[in-house]
């Protein structure tokens, strides 16, 4: 199975999803109740996707999670980025920058999901950190 990490509800969410092979790019799709959609190659390394999954998974078992900030890739051109901001106790809300182009000289495109519960954040977390094995 191809790796994938999805974040968000039915109607608004944002996916990361493995290369098919190994000289495909990574995918970055998001959906806004069939609105708005988006569907870009992403240049980031495996490694810097388990980095990034690893470290929200880390947040999210963080006892009173608090705002933060996660990036795909340390670049400039960072592909997506997600800040999440706790909602009650047991909950996320995200905004997220998709760059299409993973560059300064394209627009980005901003979206707010959520809130996201933590158990099942938590969940697709974990399954994409064993896919990525």
Not at 18 to 27: C, G, K, M, V
């Amino acid at each position: 199975m191809t790796p994938r990490l999805r974040i968000g509800g039915d109607e608004v969410w944002v996916a990361l999803t493995a290369p098919e092979r190994p000289s495909d790019e990574w995918r970055i799709t998001a959906d806004r109740g069939g609105e708005f959609t988006a569907d870009f190659g992403a240049y980031v390394e495996a490694e810097e996707v388990t980095a990034f999954a690893e470290g929200l998974l880390a947040r999210t078992r963080t006892a009173g999670t608090e705002a933060f900030r996660a990036e795909v890739s340390e670049g400039r051109g960072n592909p997506l980025q997600l800040s999440a901001t706790p909602v009650g106790d047991d909950a996320l809300a995200f905004m997220v920058r998709l760059t299409p182009l993973g560059h300064d000289q394209t627009n980005h495109l901003d979206m707010e999901i959520g809130p996201v519960p933590l158990d099942g954040l938590g969940a697709e977390l974990d399954q994409f950190r064993r896919d990525l094995a």
